[in-house]
């Protein structure tokens, strides 16, 4: 529960702040641009560190590094609270990021750990999902409540009590898990390689300027390229080889990828379509949120009995279908899209993460996890910067339009793909 709970919060945290983006904005001055390094900050060292410390948690102790991301999680969310200046609170925000990359992965691999049973560690691996999607879904509805209800700053405290609480209860209730074997050097060059490669991905994703973005993605490719070489030539690679070879891995990262890829975006539009076009405060934003919460948690606990390709496809097709209802912009649209979509989201998204983990041994579960969600944070910023892109030429409509076609294109390739052997359920 405790390991489901902090998953919880840390994900929230990658949508709880869009809806106080304007009211950031009003207390702090800051210029759209800047604004956008509120979101991005986070995305990047979130996303580029999580490979490197699912590799570190299985090598030092995953309890010791759980502990240490909340410690550092937590106290960023208090600078970030505090934040006096728009610098101030982007730096915070990119300090925050690192504390949820080093907690994440580690409390993945601690739960592998515990639930070593395999119908005992499907069970613990929906319930992880479902804190997961549902902290992400969860997001949208705290943000409108806290910023209508205590302002904006609240959005970041409210972290502090879970932060606090996870690192007194750990040394009790976590047993202390690092892979077998005799222990073994961080592949420091694969790591930085990387985290550095990820990052630019992400930078040049969200970044609105053309050559900005160019000259990102490539120094992003240039360093996963030297990364791919460092690790074939490493004693321990921080991301072996064959785990990419393992079809239901790179599936499922592939799956998590376009999960977030198309919810995100879809969301983002609709939630500025009911705030600048609508006129609707966050607090009836976030309201409207709610379903989609309910939806994302109901479709987690959901456990078809289909091999975990058909889930994932199936999972997309609904998200797809979600999107283009949202499309049609109506109110009971609004409200019936984010239903399907929501019930598609969570219960794709844990078959993605239990066909993922279950194909890689247990020594290699912090990788699997940190692989996983960095995947999951690539396709947020590849959603957001792609087709919210899209709406200011093509119109909100248009804009979901290609966020649904996205979804089922992925949902069909995934359908035709070999049925893998693991079953859902």
Known sequence: ?????????????????????PAIRRSLGLETEALQWVVTAYALTFGGLLVAAGRA????????????????????????????????????????????AIQAPAAFALLAATFSEPEARRRAVTWWTAAAAGGGASGWLAGGVLVGTL??????LVNLPLCAAGVALAPRLLTE??????????????AVAVTVGLALIVHGLTRLDAVATAASLAGGVLAL????????????????PWALRRPGFSVANAAAIALTATTTPAMFLSILYQQEVLDRSPLEVGLWCAPFNVAVIAGSMLR??????????????????GA???????????????????????????ASTASGTAALPAAAQGIA?????????????IGVAVLVTLADPIGYRGALVATAASAIAVAAWLRSRATVAYTVG
């Open 151 to 156: 302002g904006w700053p609240a959005v970041f």
């Open 304 to 321: 078809p009995r289909w091999p975990p390709r058909a889930v994932m496809a199936g999972g997309l097709a609904m998200v797809g279908t």
């Open 177 to 190: 898990s690092r892979a077998d074997g005799p222990r073994q050097r961080l592949d420091l060059a694969g």
């Open 57 to 100: 948690a299985d090598l030092f102790g995953r309890r010791r590094l759980f502990c240490a991301g909340l410690l550092v999680f937590g106290g960023a969310s208090l600078a970030c609270g505090l934040a006096p200046s728009g610098i101030a609170l982007v730096t915070a925000r990119a300090v925050q990021g690192i504390g949820a």
């Open 1 to 21: 529960m405790l390991l489901c709970a902090t998953q919880f919060v840390v994900v929230l945290d990658a949508t709880i702040v869009a809806i106080a983006l």
């Open 225 to 240: 390229v030297a990364f791919a070489r460092i690790e074939r030539r490493a004693e321990a690679p921080i991301l072996p």
């Open 369 to 381: 996890s940190g692989v996983l969600s960095a995947a999951a944070q690539v396709g947020t910023a």
């Open 324 to 350: 283009l209802v949202l499309a049609t912009l109506t109110p009971i649209a609004l409200l019936a899209g984010v239903l399907v979509m929501g019930a598609g989201l969570g219960c794709a998204s844990v």
